[in-house]
C-alpha cells in the first residue's frame, strides 16, 4: 500500500503517470509497504499466461527474491524509475523515504533493485548511470545501504500510517535497528537471479 498523502498524477507524454506527494513526506517515512491485497505470481504462473497479462505484470510488478512477480493493487505500481530516487525498499518489505519529499514532488525508485528481467534505458536525469540492468542490486547495494541507515533512525520520529500493515514482530525489530539495538539487514536479501 502506498502512503495516503499521495495521489495519482500525469507527469508527461514521455513518463506518463506517477505518484506524487500531496502533502510533505519527511525521510525515515514509510512510503510503501507490501500488504494482503498485492497478488504474488510464480514463474509457472507467469509463463502460463496470455501475452497480454504477461504485458502488464513485465510493466507493473517487480520481483521478490523468490522470483515471483509482485503486483501491487494500489498506485504503488505507477512509482516511477529514478537514479536519484528518493524512495528505497529495504529488506523488510516496506519503502522508506531516504530524504524529504515536498507536495508536487514525485515518490521514485531506482529499478534496479527491483530484479527486472532485461536491461533498459532510462530517461537521462544527468546520471553516470544511463541503463538499469537486471544485477544492478549486486552492484549497488552497498550505497543503497548506506543511505537507508542514514535515515533508518528517524522511522520512530516520523508519524507512520502504515505501520498496521507491518507486523508486530517485524516492528519490535524496526524499533531495536532504528534504536542501534540491532544491525539492518542489506538490501541485498531482495536479490533474485534466474541464473542462481
Known amino acids: 500500500m502506498i502512503h495516503p498523502k499521495t495521489e495519482l498524477k500525469f ?18 517515512t514509510i512510503t510503501w ?26 510493466t507493473y510488478s517487480y520481483r521478490n527474491n523468490k522470483g515471483n512477480f509482485v503486483l501491487c493493487w ?3 505500481r505507477f512509482v516511477n524509475h529514478s537514479f536519484n530516487s528518493n524512495c528505497l525498499t529495504t529488506a523488510y518489505d516496506f519503502e522508506i523515504a531516504v530524504r524529504d519529499i515536498l507536495p508536487g514532488e514525485q515518490l521514485t525508485d531506482d529499478y534496479g533493485y527491483l530484479n527486472i528481467s532485461e536491461p533498459f534505458e532510462a530517461f537521462d536525469e544527468g546520471t553516470e548511470r544511463k541503463i538499469v540492468f537486471p544485477d544492478d542490486l549486486v552492484n549497488y547495494h552497498n550505497i543503497w ?7 533508518f533512525n528517524k522511522i520512530l520520529d516520523n508519524e507512520q500510517p502504515l ?26 536479501k531482495n536479490y533474485y537471479s534466474e541464473r542462481k
Do not use: C, H
Not at 509497504?33 to 513485465?58: C, G, H, V, W
Not at 535497528?177 to 544491525?183: M, S
Open 145 to 151: 545501504d548506506l543511505q537507508i541507515k542514514s535515515v
Open 74 to 76: 494500489d498506485n504503488g
Open 33 to 58: 509497504a507490501l500488504d494482503q491485497l498485492d497478488r504474488e505470481f510464480t514463474p509457472e504462473m507467469f509463463n502460463a499466461m496470455d501475452s497480454i497479462y504477461k504485458t502488464i505484470l513485465d
Open 11 to 28: 507527469i508527461s507524454q514521455e513518463i506518463g503517470y506517477g505518484v506524487v506527494a500531496t502533502e510533505f513526506i519527511p525521510a525515515g
Open 163 to 188: 505501520q498496521p500493515l507491518i507486523k508486530n514482530d517485524l516492528w519490535l525489530k524496526i524499533n531495536r535497528i532504528a534504536k542501534g539495538e540491532e544491525e539492518m539487514d542489506s538490501i541485498l
